[in-house]
């Protein structure tokens, strides 16, 4: 069972206005440049705050260089 993350209230701001939305996330870890296509998050048209749900944060995690190095020691371990 999948299940879907549900944001009516902004966090930070506590605007009421916070929307899902599907974009490009552009990224930067070390001076490595990277995209994740089409990301489904939820954002704050008040403040900007941007909450990832599980899936979107496994998106990342797989385009970042940041997580890459942690992935390579995992497999090598196994």
């Known amino acids: 069972m999948e299940r879907t993350l549900v944001i ?3 966090s ?3 605007c009421e206005k916070i929307k899902k ?4 996330r552009l990224g930067k870890f070390q001076g ?3 995209s994740v296509p089409s990301l489904e998050y ?4 008040e403040c900007g705050e941007k909450v ?7 998106r990342i995690e797989e385009e970042s260089p ?3 190095r942690s992935r390579k020691q995992k497999h090598a371990v196994a």
Do not use: D, I, L, W
């Open 52 to 58: 990832y749900g599980r899936e979107a944060m496994r």
């Open 66 to 68: 940041a997580f890459s």
């Open 42 to 45: 939820h954002e704050c048209p």
């Open 21 to 24: 939305v599907r974009r490009n």
């Open 8 to 10: 009516k209230v902004c």
């Open 12 to 14: 930070t701001c506590g």
């Open 32 to 34: 490595q440049s990277y």
